[in-house]
T-cell receptor, first 110, second 113 residues
Framework: DQQVKQNSPSLSVQEGRISILNCDYTNSMFDYFLWYKKYPAEGPTFLISISSIKDKNEDGRFTVFLNKSAKHLSLHIVPSQPGDSAVYFCAASNFNKFYFGSGTKLNVKP | EAQVTQNPRYLITVTGKKLTVTCSQNMNHEYMSWYRQDPGLGLRQIYYSMNVEVTDKGDVPEGYKVSRKEKRNFPLILESPSPNQTSLYFC????????????FGNGTRLTVT
């Protein structure tokens, strides 16, 4: 049973608008959460992370929100750009084990 | 350039023929790990290593072996590959300590016929 779930396989957004990618997890022991971006034929690239002691982390156009009571993680991209089109994976970690969601394919239309 | 290097990028083999996928990192990271990516399942951790000679099972270790004789290398060994091990494999490393992200290689696409 997957401990980290991304329920939206795909998302399409207009350039300049906000992209919101969502992720749910089941294990309350997770202490570190990450988002990765993946282009075809490349490995996942680290985007942004958040510790379980925080509820928000921001890095430029990317903001990650953590709602521990709901066991929910989200990534906001503002403004979205065509170069952001990729597959996004959320991940959670505890005790050196990492668990990934199944990914959301983001398409940013010019 | 800091990187994780996997070889080969593509591999086609037959059932039962032992193979090794190599992984090397030049960042002096103590932690290394292997993942497989399958459609609808995301990335699943196969094995990880906290340091030289220290390895532990991830979520899907069956059918795989690893070794960590040197800090920079972490090969993945399939002693007797089967078709259900056809997948995209990623090696990753990270700094020791909390809140350190994984850095991934570019992947190895394995097909077992």
């Amino acid at each position: 049973d997957q401990q980290v779930k991304q329920n939206s396989p795909s998302l399409s957004v207009q350039e300049g608008r906000i992209s919101i990618l969502n992720c749910d997890y089941t294990n309350s022991m997770f202490d570190y959460f990450l988002w990765y971006k993946k282009y075809p034929a490349e490995g996942p690239t680290f985007l942004i992370s958040i510790s379980s002691i925080k509820d928000k982390n921001e890095d430029g156009r990317f903001t990650v929100f953590l709602n521990k009571s709901a066991k929910h993680l989200s990534l906001h991209i503002v403004p979205s750009q065509p170069g952001d089109s990729a597959v996004y994976f959320c991940a959670a970690s505890n005790f050196n084990k990492f668990y990934f969601g199944s990914g959301t394919k983001l398409n940013v239309k010019p | 350039e800091a990187q994780v290097t996997q070889n080969p990028r593509y591999l086609i083999t037959v059932t039962g023929k032992k193979l090794t996928v190599t992984c090397s990192q030049n960042m002096n990271h103590e932690y290394m790990s292997w993942y497989r990516q399958d459609p609808g399942l995301g990335l699943r951790q196969i094995y990880y290593s906290m340091n030289v000679e220290v390895t532990d099972k991830g979520d899907v270790p069956e059918g795989y072996k690893v070794s960590r004789k040197e800090k920079r290398n972490f090969p993945l060994i399939l002693e007797s590959p089967s078709p259900n091990q056809t997948s995209l494999y990623f090696c990753a490393s990270r700094e020791t300590g909390a809140d350190s992200p994984l850095h991934f290689g570019n992947g190895t696409r394995l097909t077992v016929t």
